[in-house]
Each structure stands twice: as C-alpha cells, then as structure tokens.
C-alpha cells in the first residue's frame, strides 16, 4: 500500500505518526480488507512525524520525520480458502521479522537481541512471544528481555484504536553490546489484541492482527555499519551541504537542521501550511527553530532553497510530491519573510523586560508570533524560571475564548448541517439556497485542485442571496485563480452530475476521503454527499464531503454562478462569496 499523506484523515491526531493509522478500520472490522486490498495483509513506507522525540533530536537515533516500514495482518482468521483471506499472527509474524533482519538483509544473529511484554495489573504475560523466540527461534533465554506497559505496549494512535503488547527487534554494532543490551531499537511488532476506548479502558477485540513498524533510518544505519542516521545515504547528503556552508557548527546543530529541513519538506508537500494552531503550529516551530540557528550560528546561505534542492533530489524518485520545488519555496520564503518582521519587533519588546513571565510569553508569541521555545534559544536568562506547563495554561486559556468567538462569527456550517433547519421564508428562497448549498461543495473542490489540499473549509453561511465560503489559505487569489476556479464550478454544473448521499459509520466516510470539519464532533452514523462520478459509473466522485444537505439532485440545477467577491477574515483565512446568475 502507498503511504498515506502525513496529513491524517483521523480528526484526533495533528499529523500521522504509525504506518497503521491509515489501517486503523481495517483492524475493527469497520472496513474489509478482502474486498479493499484483495488480501488481509499488506505492507507500506509510511511517512511518519512525530513530536514525541523532538527533545531527542540531534543523538544518534531520533527524528520528527522518518519512514517507517510495515507489514500487517488485519485478521488472524482464517478464511483460508478464500485467496488473500488468511492472516497471521505471533508464530508468523516474528519468524518473518527474524527471517527478513538475518537471511534477508544478512545481519548476523550475534548481534540481535528482543523484548517482549512482561505483564502488568491489566493485561498478562506475553509468554507465547517469549517461547516461539525461545523455542522456535532458538534465541537465549538471557537475550529475551521482558519489559513493561512503557517499553512494550503500543497505541493506539489518537484518542481511541487497536492497540496491544509488542515484541521489539534489537541490532547492536558487537555481538558483545547485544548480550549487555545495548544496541538500536529497529522494528517493533505488535500484537492488536485490544481496544483502547476513549476513557482508556481496553476492550478484547474479536479479532486480533498484527501491526509493525520498523524505522528505515535506524535499519539502514544498521546495515550500511554507520554510527548515526544522520550518516546514513537518507541523510548523508543534505548533512554535508549544511556543513559546506556553515563554519564549525556543533554537530548536533547540524543534525537538527538536517532532520528539520528534511521534516518541513515533507510536511509542505503534503499540504500543510505554518500557522498558529495544531499542526500548521508544529510547522511553524521547526520552520522558526531553522531560522532562529541561522541567526544564532551565524549561517549565512539560505537553507531552505539548498534543503529543498538536496531532498528533492534524494527522495522525488519515490515521493514526486517533493519535486514540487517552487511550490515549497514559495512557503518556506513567505514564512521567513514574516519572521523576519516578527523577530525584528519581538527583540526590541524582549528589550524591556528583565525576566519574562508565562502571561508575557504568551503576549509576546501573540503580538510578534515568536513561539515559546525560541525565547530559550534567544534569551535563555530571561525565561529561566518559565515552565512551559505555565505558558500552555495560557495558550489554552486563548484558545478556548478564541473558539467561542469563531463559532459565533460562522455559526458552524451554517444553516443546514445537523439541524435541517432552513431560515428561509419561502419555497423560492429554500429553493436558492439549495442551489448555493451545492455549489459550495463543487467550490471547495476546485478550490482545492487550484490551490492545493491546504485550502479547506472554515466555515459557510448561506442566504438566498449569496453563499460565504471561509477556508483556509495564506494568501490573496489572484484574478486567473479565481477565473479557474469559477469556470471549474460551472464545468460541472453543465455536466449534469448526479448528487446523492449514503449513510455509513464514520470510520468508514472518513475512508472514503470525504472532506470534513476536523473540528466538529460527528455521530457514529454520518451522511457523505457525493457528486459525480464524473466519468460515469465506477470512477471517483468529483465531491465528497459530511454533510447532513438539503442538495439538488443534479448539477444542472443549479444554473451558473459566479464569484462575486473575495476577502480576508484574519490571519491564514480567506472568504468567497458566490452568487447564483
Ligand atoms: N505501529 C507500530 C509502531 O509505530 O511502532
């Protein structure tokens, strides 16, 4: 299977951390393998970003972004008659795993040593995992450590999921280290025996599967006898130009630069803006912490261009998305550009004030958008009673009055969503809206065929007059985008698509691709309204999204429409409104 973006579709999570997560219906039996896959087990190279390890980066083994090799089995059944329909579980699973790190990629058995899950309060021994190692893959019992809920049990990935007890794949550089348990961490297979609900209890799932993950730099570090990832022919490149046009930077700079650079790329080309929330705020910290060391360590080339040029060149063979080179440029300058500015004002506020609070923290992250970890990087002194617990309370204190404000302001989806509540004072009027209601879908999709997928709906407000379509992007449209998109609405009004809705669990809509409000809290059992498909039966819908309608039966009905106008409602928001001609 492909990777899946690094821009999950899974509302609960900012970015996708584990190859399973686009896996994650297929282990609950909320969508069927079989009949999608043509088989119950699959392998991909996954793009993964992680903050968790951020603090880490820089040491010879941790990064944010990495591709992470797996192999899965959503059911250890059994209809093994059927092709494709047999899973596997622990027995197969850890001889495959062995198989491949020895026979396979030559590793010598030495130097390996595992883990497995030692039991706690809740959830038992796994003593099946020790013995198939013990017993089947003849490895000592003193190589076989057993460890804790910490160490050897994964997931789930966001608020709920499968989630189980793992075995973990261990590869030191000596024979030597591996009996004293020293080496590298390179693949961790778990075992979804359970699912983990919102409170966190763990419910047995009925079928159990197989899950693993397996860090592509940590192997290749492994196989190509290196002492770090950043070493290894992933990295080796872009280290060596930030060295060329830095003077004697501390190592770990350098690594962290290399691993930001690489991870800002990648997170560019798949859509993601910087901006002040959720995962555009993750963005913007590693895109400012690359800046804020090229002030500090006295860099003077551009990084970014370089980076973009060296990750291009190294990965656009199998990632095209980061070929897109200019499109990447033109973010990371626009982003360097403003912090330019906001670094500039923020220094001269930092001036004033001998030690700095979480309440000026905020203020000064609000008014000059520097974030909070930079003040440690620019003025360590000033900060150094701040807990970074105490600067969130009061990001969190923001963030809640600033959503009320935005609920206000929108009102949600506007009129139709959950409620079927049309406030319109006549059939005709009803009638308008409707036809605008739709067009809104057709509009959001071809905004995002011109734009990119970072353009995604805010917000909508409809009247028998007009449609408002608030979505997020950074900039002004210019006169041939808003002319593209417009003509692009109208192309399928003409082509008379079919519009229709089904009802299915939300795991499920959330698979088929559906756009929908990360924000908003769905039922179990959503409506999808789809349009199209556009090349008759069988193709891909040209629209599909949540939504609770009324639509019109087909495109035609609408008529034509037109952009009326376009405008800014604050900082990486835009407004189109839309009118029916
Ligand atoms: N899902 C297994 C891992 O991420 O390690």
């Known amino acids: 299977m492909p990777s899946s973006s690094l821009i999950p579709s899974d509302s609960s999570v900012l970015l996708t951390t584990a190859g399973m997560q686009q896996f994650k219906p297929y282990y609950t039996g909320k969508a069927d393998a079989l009949k999608d896959f043509g088989s119950v087990n699959v392998t991909s190279a996954q793009k993964c970003f992680r903050t968790s390890d951020i603090e880490s980066v820089g040491d010879d083994t941790h990064l944010t972004f990495f591709e992470m090799l797996g192999n899965f089995s959503f059911t250890v059944s059994s209809e093994a008659s059927s092709e494709g329909g047999a899973g596997y579980f622990k027995k197969e699973a850890i001889k495959l795993a062995y198989e491949f790190v020895v026979d396979i990629l030559g590793v010598s058995p030495e130097r390996i040593y595992v883990t497995v899950f030692g039991g706690d309060h809740e959830v038992p021994e796994d003593k099946e995992s020790f013995n198939i190692w013990h017993k089947d893959m003849g490895i000592s019992a003193h190589r076989i450590k057993k460890c804790g809920r910490g160490d050897n049990f994964w997931g789930p990935t966001g608020a709920e999921g499968p989630c189980g007890p793992t075995t973990e794949i261990y590869v030191a550089s000596t024979a030597a280290l591996a009996n004293d348990s020293k080496g590298v961490e390179i693949w961790n297979i778990v075992f979804n025996e359970y699912y983990s609900k919102i409170d966190k209890t763990l419910d047995k799932l009925s079928q159990p599967g197989v899950d693993t993950g397996m860090g592509l730099e940590r192997l290749a570090t492994v196989l190509q006898g290196v002492p770090n990832v950043f070493e290894t022919d992933l990295f080796h490149p872009l280290v060596s130009k930030i060295r060329e046009v830095s003077d004697n930077i501390d190592e770990r700079i350098v690594r962290i630069l290399a691993d930001h650079l690489r991870a800002v790329i990648f997170l560019v080309a798949d859509g993601l803006l910087p901006s002040n929330k959720e995962a555009g705020y993750i963005l913007r910290r590693l895109l400012r912490r690359i800046l804020v060391y090229e002030i500090k360590y006295d860099i003077h080339a551009d990084l970014f261009p370089l980076a973009i040029e060296v990750v291009g060149n190294n990965f656009g063979g199998d990632y095209p998305e980061v070929n897109n080179k200019k499109l990447i440029a033109g973010v990371l300058s626009e982003e360097k550009s403003k912090f330019e500015k ?132 950074n900039r002004k449209l210019t006169e041939e985008e808003i002319k ?13 698509l079919p519009v229709y809705f089904k009802e299915m669990p939300k795991e499920e809509a959330i698979m088929t691709g559906a756009l929908f409000f990360f924000k908003e809290k769905y039922p179990d059992v959503v409506k999808v309204y789809f349009v199209g498909p556009a090349g008759g039966a069988g193709g891909e819908p040209y629209s599909a999204e949540f939504c609770g309608g009324p639509h019109v039966a087909n495109t035609f009905k609408i008529g034509k429409i037109k952009i009326s106008k376009q405008e800014s409602v604050g900082s990486g928001v835009r407004r189109i409104r839309i009118s029916l001609v």
């Open 342 to 473: 906001a670094l500039a004002n923020g220094l001269k506020e930092i001036e004033k004030y001998k030690e700095i609070t979480a309440k000026d923290a905020f203020y000064i992250y609000e008014t000059f958008g520097l974030p909070f970890e930079l003040l440690g990087e620019l003025v360590p002194v000033k900060v150094k009673n701040l807990k970074k617990e105490d600067f969130e309370q009061e990001f969190k204190k923001h963030q809640e009055i600033s959503r009320a404000g935005l609920e206000k302001k929108f009102g949600g989806h506007g009129l139709v969503m959950d409620t079927g509540e049309l406030k319109v004072s006549s059939e005709e009027e009803m009638e308008k809206v409707i036809r605008l209601h739709t067009a809104t879908h057709l509009l959001q999709r071809a905004l995002r065929d011109a734009l990119g997928p970072s353009a995604h709906q805010m917000g909508s407000d409809i009247t028998a007059e007009r449609a408002r379509f608030d979505f997020s992007f």
């Open 484 to 496: 593209k998109i417009e003509d692009a609405v109208n192309e399928v009004i003409g082509k008379d």
